[in-house]
């Protein structure tokens, strides 16, 4: 049984996530000392994406939208920048950050693994089986994907190169 404290998802979400973004900052001290205008421009960004992420999941529940908010927070982040309404500058740093810290979103998911473990004694295997046959269709879909993208962007340099 975990601690209450540990059940707080925001209390977790901070020690998880919050914590370590000095890390970078902070293991580069010799090179010339921490770059704290960097260091509190990624701390914002990631607070604006939080604050962005919460207030789309209020909105689908509001709405009782059956699509999860953060598949229609993705959506409508990617409309905003594709439109440029909202710049790339203003969420990269902290985009970046959470983009290379992304194995430490999977920590409260191995949790609640392990809070659930009579459920994982009945349907373990069943599960395992899933995440595996997803991980492999995940990897070969992207993949092609990039084969696909890049064999198009190969034959527009070519294209372009000839003329």
Request: glycine residues 6%; charged residues 15%.
């Amino acid at each position: 049984m975990l601690h209450p404290f540990y059940r707080q998802k925001e209390y977790l979400l901070f020690f998880i996530y919050i914590l370590p973004i000095a890390r970078p900052y902070v293991q580069y001290e010799y090179k010339g000392g921490i770059n704290m205008k960097k260091l509190l421009l990624t701390v914002i960004q990631i607070a604006l994406l939080f604050i962005f992420a919460r207030l789309i999941n209020w909105v689908t529940a509001l709405l009782h939208i059956n699509i999860p908010g953060s598949i229609i927070g993705i959506v409508i982040l990617f409309t905003l920048l594709h439109f440029k309404i909202i710049k790339l500058e203003w969420i990269e740093l902290g985009a970046a950050w959470l983009l290379g810290e992304l194995l430490l979103f999977f920590i409260p998911s191995a949790v609640g693994v392990i809070e659930y473990g009579d459920i994982m004694s009945k349907f373990g295997v069943s599960i395992l089986l899933v995440v595996i046959i997803s991980t492999f269709v995940v990897m070969v879909s992207t993949g092609t994907l990039t084969q696909i993208i890049a064999k198009r962007k190969e034959k527009k340099h070519t294209c372009s190169s000839e003329l």
